[in-house]
């Protein structure tokens, strides 16, 4: 009987603080507000292409149903002159499929990532209208549309970045705070050469020996992201590994590996966790200077940071820049009101009312 009580009562015990922790969470409305609300924008930018796009979700021509979302269809598809692919903006296609029992269901946004408003009357960048809301920009293309995958990708972003510096600062802090002595002091030494490097200057350089991508931009700064979450695993580490359970593990015979990462990495995982929305914040904020900088993301591709640029470049169309600006501190006060919540309900000085 008393073993059996043992092994129930252990996983109890485990989920108590996640529990608890969870609701001084849901307690902090503004918190909790915040992340429904960042969760529901993220959600939504993840199907983008079905909310802003150029191409019908659904066309039927003939009593013959077509998908342009899926599949691309010449104009000829719909009784045009020309084979080249279907331009559904074009007014003579929009009233080809308007007629005769034809009809289409467009997009909320009828705009992609990088279709130009040619059709609009007013030159570029045009203001807030009734076929593009939020106006255009500098090239032609629907503000609205460039900020929702815009918004995608910096959240994408700074997720991958945010998930690559935790991993590097998670191992090398652990192994930094459990081993210790030489250990500790090379990897030290080691960290404190390496954030001596120029960071900005190496970025200037490798954007110029290699072609701009996403994939370069993740790479580069996950390099220099995860030193000062490793800072923090490193001192719960070196206080945790004095524990009496850590000493009765090791009396125990159990291996470094698995008492680092079941025993005591579970019990430091406190700042890690309250750190996490301060991280994609700065990754975030990072990919926008670097965009605003002309050294981030290739040109054409939809950021936040490009659209800044353009409205620091087109002082009178004020809307690129209030619109762009917007979303920006709105994702950003999101994230920190996030991360404000999540550190009080981590805090073990909180005493639950």
């Keep these: 009987m008393a073993t059996g009580h043992t092994g129930l009562a252990a996983p109890v015990l485990s989920q108590r603080p996640a529990a608890r922790a969870w609701r001084r969470f849901r307690r902090n409305r503004l918190g909790f507000t915040s992340l429904v609300i960042f969760a529901t924008l993220v959600v939504l930018s993840l199907f983008a ?18 998908f342009p979302m899926v599949k691309t269809y010449p104009e000829t598809a719909f009784g045009g002159d020309f084979p080249t692919e279907a331009d559904y903006l074009d007014p003579y296609m929009r009233q080809r499929l308007s007629e005769k029992g034809n009809w289409a269901i467009y997009t909320l946004i009828p705009y992609g990532a990088s279709t130009m408003a040619y059709h609009s009357p007013l030159p570029f960048p045009s203001p807030p209208s009734s076929t593009n809301w939020f106006g255009t920009d500098e090239r032609g293309r629907d503000l609205l ?84 979450l490793s800072d923090y695993v490193r001192a719960e580490f070196l206080r945790n590994r004095q524990m009496d359970y850590v000493k009765a593990a090791r009396a125990l015979g159990v291996g470094n590996g698995r008492i680092m990462w079941r025993h005591i990495l579970p019990n430091s995982m406190t700042p890690v966790v309250t750190f996490l929305p301060f991280r994609m ?54 994230l920190t009101f996030m991360g404000d919540a999540l550190r009080d309900a981590l805090d073990p000085r909180k005493v639950d009312k």
Excluded: C
Excluded at 204 to 226: D, K, N, R, Y
Excluded at 297 to 312: I, R
């Design 49 to 66: 292409e079905v909310i802003a796009n150029d191409k019908p979700l659904v066309v039927s021509y003939n009593g013959t149903l077509h």
């Design 145 to 228: 549309a460039q900020l929702i995958y815009g918004f995608r990708l910096s959240v994408l972003f700074g997720l991958a970045l945010m998930a690559i510096g935790v991993a590097i600062g998670v191992f090398t802090g652990a192994v930094q705070g459990y081993f210790g002595g030489k250990t500790d002091l090379t990897m030290q030494r080691l960290i404190e050469i390496w954030s001596s490097m120029p960071e900005l200057y190496l970025l200037i350089i490798f954007s110029a020996v290699f072609a701009p991508s996403v994939a370069l931009l993740v790479i580069l700064l996950s390099l220099f992201g995860w030193m000062g």
């Design 281 to 334: 914040s700065a990754a975030i904020l990072a990919l926008t200077s670097l965009d605003f900088l002309g050294l981030g993301v290739p040109p054409g591709t939809p950021s936040l940071g490009e659209l800044l640029a353009q409205g620091k470049q087109n002082i009178d169309a004020w809307w690129i820049s209030i619109a762009t600006f917007a979303v920006l501190a709105m994702t950003l006060l999101l």
